[in-house]
């Protein structure tokens, strides 16, 4: 059998400097060497993995996204209130969105929590924390049950999104 593993996600952004400015901002991200593509780009760490950032036309997809774990849910979710260009992504099929202006967080059955936003150019991600019970509620003041997925049944583990779950 073959290993795999990811090494990076690319994305678009149609202002390359206003992309880079909101991971940097909001996710705390560090720029990493880059190469000079005819087309201007930047890569960041993110962990042991990197994301690149590649100004173009092209228009971001509108479900496709990728997903951040966060040390710090708090202090990212505080950022994407704050930042002028951030934008949370209500999950439409949930009946219950922002509340008292508050962005809703989900918590999956497996006990995960996440909060799906959109960055300057229209890329999705969704925010990531692996346990709801240690969030502090004073910062998060809207947390939402994912009543669109099924809970397992009496014999079955929840779909995890963390593999080590």
């Known amino acids: 059998m073959v290993e795999v593993s990811y090494t990076h996600v690319s994305i678009v952004a149609d202002d390359l400097e206003e992309s880079v400015e909101f991971y940097e901002s909001v996710f705390g991200l560090e720029r990493i060497p880059t190469p000079d593509f005819e087309e201007r780009v930047q890569w960041f760490a993110v962990g042991d993995l990197q994301l690149h950032i590649v100004e173009s036309d092209a228009e971001p997809p509108a479900f496709n996204h990728h997903a951040l774990h966060l040390d710090d849910f708090e202090a990212v979710y505080r950022a994407v209130r704050d930042h002028g260009r951030a934008a949370v992504e209500p999950l439409p099929q949930i009946d219950r969105g922002f509340v008292d202006g508050e962005p809703p967080v989900y918590v999956v059955p497996s006990g995960a929590v ?40 009496p014999s079955e583990e929840p779909a995890p999104i963390y593999m080590d779950e």
């Open 114 to 153: 996440q909060f799906y936003i959109r960055d300057p150019a229209g890329n999705m991600i969704e925010v990531n924390s692996p346990d709801a019970d240690d969030l502090d509620d004073s910062v998060v003041r809207n947390v939402v049950e994912r009543t669109d997925i099924a809970p397992p049944g």
